[in-house]
């Protein structure tokens, strides 16, 4: 399969699809299979693939889900995909709207990436990563809420660079906002994001924790029947972008 791959070029769209897509199966909780592919340089030709299919293509999409699949509990693939510059190809991925199937794969890819490996975090954080995650925080797709949530636990954990960018990009209101509204199906995902944000950092946990009572009752517009401007005064309550932990604590 790998061999076939080295001459992408020369192939059908519908060859690559079926071969990206067995790729994907065969690394499905198959650590001896990832390996595989990995020393035939697979997960390079993967991302060069990527690079030139389109977002709305079965074979972007498959592409996607095979490095989802082959970086997802493997540290050796994850650090090969980011040298062969697969994060940054993912996270441009990010912007093509939540309601394309890819963008959540892409996310989800992005979790396993960044997952343990500080340089992947950097990584992600410096092809402007996390912005573009906070922005799927506010999807439609509760399957996109998870993927970001997931993506951003990963990238704030044991890393104060990236939760200060994750903090300065005004991450908190969406993950305190959707943690405290226990019917939205993604508020454990965001909880744990929160979690991540505060473990070990006695200033993040106190300013966090408060913020997440006081955000208690501040779900979605549709929830409580509160205009937008309401909601958006709450939202100021809590946090903004830029403000101390301490300010946000207060609420000021």
Known sequence: LIRLLEGHAQLSTSILENITATIASLGTGHIGNKQVVAEAGGLPLLVRILVNADVDSTLGRNSVVALMVLTYDHSANREIVRKAGGIHVLVQLLNAGPEKPIVEKAAWALSNLAQGNHENQTSIMESGGIPALIKLLEAEQVIVVKSAA????????DNRKTRDQINNAGGLIPLIRLAADEEHQA??????????????????YNAISEALMNAKGLGPPTKDGRSSKETSKADAQITSPGKSMKAIAKGT
């Open 150 to 157: 997931s993506a951003l636990t990963h990238l704030a954990s």
């Open 187 to 204: 508020s454990r995902n965001c909880m744990r994001a929160l979690k991540a944000m505060s473990s070990g950092d006695s200033v993040y």
